[in-house]
């Protein structure tokens, strides 16, 4: 596809500008919620595990919409943030959570 002599409206113009200018973090929000889960739940087997979690982050997980989107929703409260998925493995995190801010690519701010 060819987007060469594409024009963004300034709608779209300032959406992109916002989202690249804005802060970059590592957001453990779902990752408390799916910790909660399996917590609570420790005799329960992995599909009902990931299905209540699933559950659990869809009603959980702060919503953000900004002015002038029209397809609204992010995995995190912020523009671009970065998700763990302990489910999914968390040993990464300790070995990489040092270098998130300064790492050439995918660059995340942690709090």
Not at 97 to 109: C, K
Request: aromatic share 6%; hydrophobic share 40%.
């Amino acid at each position: 596809m060819k987007f060469a002599n594409m024009t963004l409206s300034s709608r779209v113009r300032g959406l992109k500008e916002k989202m690249r200018e804005e802060p970059r973090y590592m957001s453990i929000e779902q990752a408390r919620i799916i910790t909660e889960i399996y917590r609570q739940n420790p005799d329960d087997p992995p599909v009902l595990l990931r299905a209540k979690s699933l559950a659990a982050a869809l009603d959980g997980l702060r919503i953000r919409i900004d002015k002038g989107e029209l397809i609204v929703g992010n995995r995190t409260a912020g523009g671009s943030g970065g998700v763990v998925f302990p489910e999914a493995g968390i040993s990464w995190v300790e070995n990489e959570i040092e270098t998130l801010p300064t790492r050439p690519q995918d660059r995340f701010l942690v709090n």
